[in-house]
T-cell receptor, first 115, second 114 residues
Framework: NAGVMQNPRHLVRRRGQEARLRCSPM?????VYWYRQLPEEGLKFMVY????????ESGMPKERFSAEFPKEGPSILRIQQVVRGDSAAYFC?????????????FGPGTRLTVL | DQQVKQNSPSLSVQEGRISILNCDYT??????FLWYKKYPAEGPTFLIS?????DKNEDGRFTVFLNKSAKHLSLHIVPSQPGDSAVYFC?????????????FGGGTRLMVKP
């Protein structure tokens, strides 16, 4: 049973470019979460998605950031017109449906560097 | 406003001894708590969790204690092993949160010396 997959593992972008981060949840998991970790800080919640639905995006910056989880394919976190402050590790986590409390299982992360 | 705090950024322990990692929270709505372990360049790995209806949960060398009145939880690792050296994050969640999002502390770096 493969774990949560994220790609790319490392992504370098210049200011103003777009970054696309992909996440494939564990088999059988229908809930996907995105978190961001800035250097020397803990992980901060960004968005929670189920298939074709954004459930909670209270942690997403209001501009330039968007997320989707289509019916087919991985979840995508998209950052438009990246700035240096977007440099961080972005982690995706997944959990199964149908339980009140779920441990979330994390992927290895994508480390975004904005030059 | 940091709702989950880990006030010790680092902890050094001798192999074989007990490691105690602490975590405080401010939001009384949190009712489910988790500990994750993280190695460099990897994602966090789930270790152990506890519901607010309990005050202790044990799994092998790992025990989590919850003191609701003090809004404090701790992770005990005994005996500590060099392979336990990592960053440990506590996280909190609440039943009524539609997405069960986790609120993380800032982490404690544990170093277990041989």
């Amino acid at each position: 049973n493969a774990g949560v997959m994220q790609n790319p593992r490392h992504l370098v972008r210049r200011r103003g470019q777009e970054a696309r981060l992909r996440c494939s949840p564990m088999k059988g998991h229908s809930h996907v979460y995105w978190y961001r970790q800035l250097p020397e800080e803990g992980l901060k919640f960004m968005v929670y998605l189920q298939k074709e639905n954004i459930i909670d995006e209270s942690g997403m910056p209001k501009e330039r950031f968007s997320a989707e989880f289509p019916k087919e394919g991985p979840s995508i976190l998209r950052i438009q017109q990246v700035v240096r402050g977007d440099s961080a590790a972005y982690f995706c986590a997944s959990s199964p449906a149908g339980r009140v409390y779920n441990e979330q299982f994390f992927g290895p992360g994508t480390r975004l560097t904005v030059l | 406003d940091q709702q989950v705090k880990q006030n010790s950024p680092s902890l050094s322990v001798q192999e074989g001894r007990i490691s105690i990692l602490n975590c405080d929270y401010t939001n009384s709505m949190f009712d489910y708590f988790l500990w994750y372990k993280k190695y460099p360049a990897e994602g966090p790995t789930f270790l152990i969790s506890i519901s607010s209806i309990k005050d202790k949960n044990e799994d092998g060398r790992f025990t989590v204690f919850l003191n609701k009145s003090a809004k404090h939880l701790s992770l005990h690792i005994v005996p500590s092993q060099p392979g336990d050296s990592a960053v440990y994050f506590c996280a909190a969640s609440m039943r009524n949160n539609a997405g069960n999002m986790l609120t993380f502390g800032g982490g404690t770096r544990l170093m277990v010396k041989p």
